[in-house]
C-alpha cells in the first residue's frame, strides 16, 4: 500500500472486547494512523476498552449516549471523517469484534487508494455455506438485489462491513 496514511479507519463499536484492541494494535503496527472508534452505547463492562484505545494518539472515540445500531454508528463515524479529515481520501471500515483481518483493511485501503472515487466493498464470497447462517445469507441476498434495484450495481455482499 502506498499511503497508509491517506486513510482513515471508521470502527463500530458496542461492547466490545480485547479483540478491538488487538486489532487497533495491529492496524497501528503497520502504519495505519487515524482511526474513528464509535461507542454506541456500550455499557460500564467496556469502559476500560474505550480509556485504552482513547489513549493511544491515533484514535478518537466518538460516543453515543444509548445504543443506536450500527449503521447509526457508521453515520456517526462518517459524518466526523467528512468534516475533519479533509486530508485523507477515503475511510476503510472494521468490525470491532475480529471478523476483519489486517490484511482485509490494508486489501480495501489498496483499492480505495487505486480508485479514490468509488465505494469499495469487501466480500464474504469465499466463506462455505456453513460459515454464513442462513438468516444471514438471506438477508445479504434481499439486500443485495434491493441495491441492485435501486443503483443499478451489482454487489455480491452488502453486509460485509469492510
Given at each position: 500500500?502506498?499511503?497508509?496514511?491517506?486513510?482513515?479507519?471508521?470502527?463500530?463499536?458496542?461492547?466490545?472486547?480485547?479483540?478491538l484492541?488487538?486489532?487497533?494494535?495491529?492496524?497501528?503496527?503497520?502504519?495505519?494512523?487515524?482511526?474513528?472508534?464509535?461507542?454506541?452505547?456500550?455499557?460500564?463492562?467496556?469502559?476500560?476498552?474505550f480509556?485504552?484505545?482513547?489513549?493511544?494518539?491515533?484514535?478518537?472515540?466518538?460516543?453515543?449516549?444509548?445504543?443506536?445500531?450500527?449503521?447509526?454508528?457508521?453515520?456517526?463515524?462518517?459524518?466526523?471523517?467528512?468534516?475533519?479529515?479533509?486530508?485523507?481520501?477515503?475511510?476503510?471500515?472494521?468490525?470491532?469484534?475480529?471478523?476483519?483481518?489486517?490484511?482485509?483493511?490494508?486489501?480495501?485501503?489498496?483499492?480505495?487508494?487505486?480508485?479514490?472515487?468509488?465505494?469499495?466493498?469487501?466480500?464474504?464470497?469465499?466463506w462455505?455455506?456453513?460459515?454464513?447462517?442462513?438468516?444471514?445469507?438471506?438477508?445479504?441476498?434481499?439486500?443485495?438485489?434491493?441495491?441492485?434495484?435501486?443503483?443499478?450495481?451489482?454487489?455480491?455482499?452488502?453486509?460485509?462491513?469492510?
Amino acid at each position: 500500500m502506498n499511503n497508509k496514511t491517506d486513510l482513515a479507519i471508521v470502527i463500530p463499536a458496542f461492547d466490545p472486547d480485547d479483540r478491538l484492541l488487538k486489532l487497533v494494535d495491529e492496524l497501528i503496527e503497520v502504519g495505519f494512523d487515524k482511526f474513528i472508534i464509535v461507542n454506541d452505547g456500550s455499557g460500564p463492562q467496556s469502559k476500560e476498552i474505550f480509556c485504552t484505545l482513547a489513549a493511544k494518539p491515533q484514535c478518537l472515540i466518538l460516543e453515543h449516549a444509548a445504543n443506536l445500531g450500527k449503521g447509526r454508528a457508521l453515520k456517526t463515524g462518517f459524518t466526523y471523517f467528512l468534516e475533519n479529515f479533509k486530508d485523507c481520501i477515503g475511510a476503510v471500515t472494521a468490525d470491532a469484534a475480529g471478523q476483519h483481518s489486517v490484511l482485509d483493511v490494508e486489501r480495501i485501503g489498496e483499492k480505495l487508494q487505486e480508485h479514490p472515487n468509488n465505494l469499495i466493498i469487501g466480500s464474504r464470497k469465499c466463506w462455505s455455506r456453513e460459515e454464513i447462517v442462513s438468516k444471514k445469507r438471506l438477508l445479504n441476498w434481499f439486500f443485495r438485489y434491493a441495491f441492485y434495484f435501486f443503483t443499478g450495481i451489482k454487489v455480491m455482499d452488502t453486509q460485509t462491513g469492510l
